[in-house]
């Protein structure tokens, strides 16, 4: 799954670290979530997107491919 947390955070000016504070993880989970090594539960999606005032939808770009049942759905 593909974020924009890296874009958002480096427009507001924010280190890993102190977005990693203000939502409650690590630097380390901040890092995972932007190279993609990690997918947030939906508890944390929601403090992020709360966090830059955004939807989950905004920050977090899903990708229908990556979805369950997707190859069912395609013909």
């Given at each position: 799954m593909k974020t924009?947390?890296?874009e958002l955070r480096k427009e507001r000016k924010l280190s890993q670290e102190e977005l990693a504070t203000?939502?409650?993880v690590t630097r380390q989970t901040i890092t995972s979530l932007e190279t993609g090594k990690y997918t947030a539960s939906l508890v944390?999606?929601?403090k992020i997107a709360r966090y830059f005032d955004l939807t989950i939808e905004?920050?977090?770009l899903i990708d229908t491919d990556d979805m369950p049942g997707a190859?069912?759905?395609r013909k």
């Open positions: 924009r947390i890296q203000a939502v409650g944390l999606a929601a905004e920050v977090f190859e069912a759905g």
